[in-house]
């Protein structure tokens, strides 16, 4: 498993394409806010624009989103990044990162969705995974070699990308990088030819906890009734 929660069938219905829509244009918005409101000049901001047309994101709210975010309207919503730690069923490590503008409306709905889990104090599973940089990108060639495009772009580690998340016709890796370098490869992958669809700090599992189909199943669950909460920006598991 990568480095963060797939929450699989996101897409099923209206109303989840509805809420998917409103994080990526926030993704948009604290990354313009957080850097360059440039995307050429700022890969996690290149990389959120990416993600959003992806999803089909109108021009228009992607526009939108980067003049908020670099303070060009008058409807400036402050965001903030806030992390909570603990277990899903099975006691499976969690950590979920949320985006939010009300720190109190998004710590009461995390206690609830946690009811099935166990929410924990910050630092009691962070320890469990490391921290790196990750990018995600394609290439329009099939078969491309990822290796070799690690090593030339200082990437510590590839690993293919699920085949739903590559386009026809090409080639779909994710990079590890370590914290420090994770701009500086993600430009060169760029100039490379590949585009980056995601450019991130991460967290990932030192050791994944196995379990069973079924466990899997009710962790799975857990996991998808947390992603799909509006602040919630990412989930990061630690199972096998």
Same mark, same amino acid.
């Given at each position: ?141 099939? /078969?491309?070699?990822?290796?070799? @495009?690690?090593?030339?772009?200082? %990437?510590? !580690?590839?690993?293919? &990308?699920? *085949? =739903? ?27 490379? /030819?590949?585009?980056?669809?995601? @450019?991130?700090?991460?967290?990932? %599992?030192? !050791?994944?906890?196995? &379990?069973? *189909? =079924? ?26």
């Amino acid at each position: 498993m990568g480095a963060q929660w797939k929450h699989a069938g996101r897409l099923s219905n209206s109303s989840k394409r509805g809420a998917l829509i409103s994080k990526l244009v926030k993704e948009i918005t604290v990354a313009a806010k957080a850097g360059d409101p440039n995307p050429d000049n700022n890969p996690r901001l290149r990389a959120a624009v990416e993600a959003a047309k992806k999803a089909s994101v109108p021009r228009d709210n992607i526009d939108r989103a980067i003049k908020r975010g670099a303070g060009l309207l008058d409807d400036a919503v402050q965001y903030e990044t806030i992390s909570y730690e603990g277990f899903a069923p099975h006691k499976v490590p969690v950590i979920v990162e949320c985006l939010t503008d009300n720190k109190n409306r998004t710590a009461a709905d995390i206690r609830v969705l946690f009811r099935k889990g166990q929410l924990g104090a910050m630092g009691s599973v962070g320890w469990m995974f490391d921290r790196l940089g990750v990018i995600e990108a394609t290439l329009d060639k099939p /078969g491309f070699d990822s290796e070799g @495009a690690a090593i030339e772009a200082g %990437a510590q !580690n590839v690993e293919p &990308l699920e *085949a =739903e998340d590559i386009p026809a016709g090409h080639t779909g890796a994710r990079f590890f990088t370590d914290t420090q370098d994770l701009n500086a490869v993600a430009k060169a992958l760029t100039s490379m /030819g590949w585009v980056v669809t995601q @450019a991130e700090l991460s967290f990932q %599992a030192k !050791n994944p906890v196995e &379990l069973s *189909a =079924e466990q899997k199943q009710e962790v799975a669950e857990f996991l998808n009734a947390v992603d799909e909460h509006d602040d919630v920006r990412r989930v990061y598991v630690a199972m096998g």
